[in-house]
């Protein structure tokens, strides 16, 4: 916990500010926060090469990005060839977290075909990523896909050693309840986690350490081994990003004192 690299996530898209590339990198300078998972729109993917040199030009890095695959069709999908140029053009070797775009009966597909699909995508997605020094991290989104089991089943079946998972707190809350055994599915493939403040019957969106089962669900992965990034995220459009990570950091912060106390 002490020396989790920090990552800001959700920053792009939300943000009342509308930053530019050099205002969000020097935002997240101030902040002391030294890495970017970059969660695109399409608007904005001729202008991610901006956004990397804005970063290298504050000392910080692009730590992660955002990625779509078609569970059948990871190779054809129109925007990947410009992810997969952006990636190796800047020398970037960051993870891709990945959300299936799947079709609209995919979640009553027959378990078995369902797995089956989904692990060839999965797997041919893994292999491009390989190509150009790229790990990919299956990202939760909800459905079956989103689901922690599904997810191991998927990366375990896959079989590709730059696989794994990142759980984002956010769509987790349907988990709250039986967290420990989520975790236990999770843990040996993960490699991000995105946190949330969470409280049963929501607000889905609350800062970390808002809530009432994030703490305890944080110190389930910690005590599971987990050592990797802690995401901080907005995912609010009205909302100003510093105001978000400064409310997500206090509440690190406070996280910190519970367990010394603890």
Known sequence: ?????????????????????????????????????YDWRYKDLDHMD?????????GLEMSALWAL???DAAATDAHLAIIFD????NELGIPLWVTLMAPPDYDIWGASKRLAHTVEAMAEMADRAADVGCSVALY????????????????????????????????GHAHIADFADHAAAMLPYLHAVNLNGMRVGGPKTLPFGSGDHEFD???TLLRGGYAGPLGLINHQETVDAEQALRLNLNGLARLKRWLKDA
């Open 140 to 171: 939760n989104h909800g459905g079956w896909f989103g689901e922690p089991a599904s997810q191991a089943a998927i990366v375990k079946e896959a079989a590709r050693a730059n696989l794994g998972i990142v759980y984002n707190f956010r769509h």
């Open 217 to 219: 669900m944080l110190l």
């Open 1 to 37: 916990m002490k020396n989790a690299p920090l990552q800001a996530w959700c920053i792009v898209p939300y943000d009342s500010a509308q930053r530019s590339p050099s205002e969000r990198a020097a935002m997240l300078r101030k902040l002391g926060i030294k890495r970017l998972a």
């Open 86 to 89: 952006f990636v190796a053009r």
């Open 69 to 71: 695959s078609q569970s």
């Open 50 to 58: 901006l956004e990397v040199a804005a970063l290298r030009g504050e």
